[in-house]
């Protein structure tokens, strides 16, 4: 069965501190990795990783994919009040359906 | 384009009752997927529907089933209602075109609430 664990569980920074959030995974015929953000209701995208995509960069945002260690570090620079959310990680593995982790919860204090 | 929409967006219901929510996909995806979300099991996958056929399923119980239209449109169904069927239900759909495919783009959710 495919896991994936996600740490912490919940992080408290000040504005302006970088963050870095853990997604590790045990799944067979790997195929990609997906990050996404959610703050109300319906999480939203923010990067797919792939073994030819293992780096993925936007903004403050940044993810990496360590296809020998298993895992990838979402980090977040400068972070903002409106970076506060639940960050789910997700794999996509053999068969069609995306796995998730139990996500990191994100507060972010001025 | 437009997004992702479902309805309706929040449900009452009792137990023993049964409920329908539909999705509509992002115009020209006909991957369809389903997601159960609560606060302790957080996003569990119950199936996932492509050009009217069931490609894949979760580890739930029958009473939740679903299905898929000609217009990629798609229906789920939860038949005797428990408490614990309360949750968010979220549905996703996906593009055809690889590698777009293994991105899925979420609705806003609907809440169902059983009492």
């Known amino acids: 069965e495919d896991k994936v664990v996600q740490s912490p569980l919940s992080l408290v920074v000040h504005e302006g501190d970088t963050v870095t959030l853990n997604c590790s995974y045990e799944?067979?015929?790997?195929?990609?990795l997906l990050w996404y953000k959610q703050e109300k209701k319906a999480p939203t995208f923010l990067f797919m990783l792939?073994?030819?995509?293992i780096e993925k960069k936007s903004g403050r945002l940044s993810s990496i994919l360590d296809k020998k260690e298993l895992s990838s570090i979402l980090n977040i620079t400068a972070t903002q009040t409106g970076d506060s959310a639940i960050y789910l990680c997700?794999?996509?593995?053999?068969?069609?359906?995306?796995?998730f982790g139990k996500g990191t919860k994100l507060s972010v204090i001025p | 384009k437009a997004g992702v929409t479902q309805t309706p967006r929040y449900l009452i219901k009792t137990r023993g009752q049964q409920v329908t929510l539909s999705c509509s996909p992002i115009s020209g995806h006909r991957s369809v997927s389903w997601y159960q979300q609560t606060p302790g099991q957080g996003l569990q996958f119950l199936f996932e529907?492509?050009?009217?056929?069931?490609?894949n399923k979760g580890n739930f119980p029958g009473r939740f089933s679903g299905r898929q239209f000609s217009n990629s449109r798609s229906e789920m169904n939860v038949s005797t209602l428990e408490l614990g069927d309360s949750a968010l239900y979220l549905c996703a759909s996906a593009s055809d075109d690889y590698p777009s495919w293994d991105e899925q783009f979420f609705g806003p959710g609907t809440r169902l609430t059983v009492l």
């Open positions: 792939t073994s030819s995509g």
């Open positions: 529907y492509f050009s009217e056929t069931q490609r």
């Open positions: 997700a794999i996509r593995a053999g068969s069609y359906q995306l796995t």
């Open positions: 799944v067979t015929n790997f195929r990609s």
